[in-house]
């Protein structure tokens, strides 16, 4: 089963249990998907969803960090809701030391040395960890492995 055909099968789910928020989450990935599908004109594949996915998922991150500086609990509970929600399609979430470890791989494969290689290195280890990761904490494994 394709990720488009599980998100519709989940849709209909959510809707029969009146899970409010796991509709709103599976509609706003839907909406992103088909409109990307419009507007380049092309059908996408699982590893697109996931992208859109792992996108929707890096601005919930960013809106709870905003929420959390605001003070705002009742919608810093919302977004983790939701970004749990999402993750359920990601792929399982690399842990740190996973990263790390790729990502010293990746330094060695390479031969970088120092901060000026930055670029190539992330260049290298994000399609690595497509999806997997976040790149934020990708970007912080290097900087760490680098200095």
Do not use: W
């Not at 996108?55 to 500086?69: G, M, N, S, T």
């Amino acid at each position: 089963m394709s990720l488009k055909e599980k998100l519709a099968e989940d849709l209909k789910q959510a809707m029969k249990n009146k899970d409010q928020l796991r509709k709103n989450v599976i509609t706003m990935i839907r909406a992103d998907v088909k409109q990307t599908e419009v507007d380049k004109r092309v059908e996408l594949n699982d590893s697109d969803i996931i992208d859109i996915i792992s996108k929707q998922a890096k601005q919930r991150r960013d809106a709870l960090a905003e929420f959390e500086k605001g003070g705002r609990s009742d919608l810093m509970e919302q977004a983790q809701q939701e970004i749990d929600v999402l993750l359920t399609y990601l792929p399982e979430q690399l842990s740190e030391e996973e990263i790390v470890k790729i990502v010293g791989e990746t330094i060695s494969e390479i031969g970088a040395g120092s901060m000026k290689d930055m670029g190539k290195v992330m260049a290298a280890v994000l399609p690595k960890v497509k999806g997997k990761a976040d790149g934020k904490l990708v970007n912080e494994a290097v900087k760490r492995l680098l200095q």
